[in-house]
């Protein structure tokens, strides 16, 4: 097992790029999204090959020794869960992805666009996309001012 300490931004939500952080606390630090406080520092844990994140709760000294509290924020890619939906192509990543809502997105598009190339297409199917994603497009539009 290897251990390392990684201190960066956990990816926003509504930050398509996952270039933000989860959110910040009073101090203008990041959330935890665990457990919702601010963390102090992300560790990098390797186990059999995978690699698996915690955020760190610096709680000061206690009896001479460094306190902490670990949230498991998750592996980087959950190898498991993803391989059963691999007849979507989606790959699902860890809390500390940046950017993993548009990897989803790009992934899904591609999982449709394998889908219209294929012979049989669900046409049924493929309108309750279509009406879904042009909502989806009004909002962003709207959100954009255009
Ligand atoms: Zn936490």
Redesign the pocket.
Known sequence: MGWGVWVFNLCLPLDLRGRGVVGLGSEGRPL??????V?SWIERSTIGGRVYFY?V?YLGFEGGRRKT???YLGPSVYVYVSRTHGDVGLTFEGAVSGGRLLDYLEQLAGAVEVALSGGSVDRAGLRVVLVRLKRLVSRLEGALGG
């Open positions: 935890c999204p665990r457990c919702g406080q963390y955020a709760h509290r670990k949230c």
